[in-house]
């Protein structure tokens, strides 16, 4: 079940991500797939083929209104 909805999403989004800065990162469906696992505030290493440099992306889940959960990923340089 989980397989379909990553491959649902990676259809719809191509492995685009807005990070919360507004800036735009796209990866490939690999690398997207570490990112779609990812639990709350968990974080990793991955390529990003916009900006053709390795990334640190972080998940961070917000609670909304009405039950609502949003997803939100912080991407910086990785720490080594």
């Not at 490939?28 to 440099?53: D, G």
Request: proline share 1%.
């Amino acid at each position: 079940m989980l397989e379909t909805i990553f491959s649902i999403s990676f259809f719809l989004f191509s492995g685009n991500i807005i990070d919360t800065k507004l800036t735009h990162h796209k990866y490939e469906k690999e690398n997207y797939k570490e990112i779609f696992h990812l639990k709350n505030k968990e974080s990793v290493n991955t390529y990003c083929v916009k900006h053709s440099e390795v990334e640190n992306v972080k998940k961070i889940k917000w609670n909304r209104h009405g039950g609502l959960q949003e997803a939100n990923y912080k991407v910086s340089k990785p720490t080594e």
